[in-house]
């Protein structure tokens, strides 16, 4: 089993930074990364599994877009135990979906894993079909704005009547000054994670424009226009928070 690296991607100075990718040096940090710039990162993988275990209808798919090594998936497939269980795991980064394949066949024992099917895929163009759990834990955040309506359409489109989206992300707040206190809380939060400043500014200019945060307001609006019946803010912690939107019955 590989030793998780710990993540430095920015801890010297660069010349000049560029656009964030989910390359392969990213990859080989990833699971360190998130959990340190992530408030409440692994409450959200956690309840992902739970909520997945109350909503998957089966006979249907969960499909986990933006899968990257799979962590999602794990807590789906801790949950759920059933035979039949099908999960699709979606991401268009190379590097990404073959370190997840690794991390599956490690974690998961054989028979549960004949049910996960992986792809690098743009989620903005694969079908989704006969799902009734759709999540979305930190990729909608990276998507184009013109993107996003669209996708939504198509979820709903796809999912079964009472099925659900899992939607987590970086938010942004209307009032300025709410914005910046839980902004600067954030990075109170990765300075405690043990980040640098440099580190910190540097990630932030590789962020910048590739990573676009939302209101609640415009989330909540996006679901209802994409035709979802109801949308609930379930967690929250400082700027990262996660949403449940449900199809109608
Ligand atoms: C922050 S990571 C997601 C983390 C993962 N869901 C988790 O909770 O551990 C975002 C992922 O979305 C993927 N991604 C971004 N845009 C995408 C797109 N259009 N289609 C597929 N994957 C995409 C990236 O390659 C990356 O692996
Ligand atoms: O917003 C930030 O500063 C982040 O580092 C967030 C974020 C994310 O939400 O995906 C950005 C890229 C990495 O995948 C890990 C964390």
Known sequence: MKKEQKDAIFAN???????????DKVVQVFPD????????????????????????QPGTRIYDLGCSLGASMLSVLHQIQEPGLEIVGLDNSDAMIE????VLSQEVPEAQRDGVHLECADICEAPID???????????????????????????????????????????FESAEQQDTL??????????????????????AALENFLQAESFDIH???????????????????????????KAR
């Open 183 to 204: 902004f600067d809380l954030h990075l109170d939060f990765k300075r405690a994670n043990g980040y640098s400043e440099l580190e910190i500014s540097q990630k932030r």
């Open 220 to 246: 909540h609006q996006r679901f209802r226009d994409a035709g979802f019946a109801q949308s609930s803010v379930w967690f929250q912690y400082l700027n990262f928070a996660s949403l449940l939107a449900i």
């Open 99 to 102: 370190r997840c394949r690794e």
């Open 13 to 23: 100075p660069l010349d000049k930074v560029a656009t964030f990718s989910f390359d």
């Open 33 to 56: 990364m998130i959990k340190r710039s992530v408030p409440g990162y692994s409450n959200m993988i956690g309840m992902t599994g739970v909520i997945a275990r109350r909503y998957w």
């Open 130 to 172: 006969n799902a009734s759990v759709v999540i979305l834990n930190f990729t909608f955040q990276f998507l184009p704005l013109e993107q996003r309506l669209p996708l939504l359409k198509r979820i709903h489109e796809g999912l079964a009547p009472g099925g659900v989206i899992v939607l987590s992300e970086k938010v942004r």
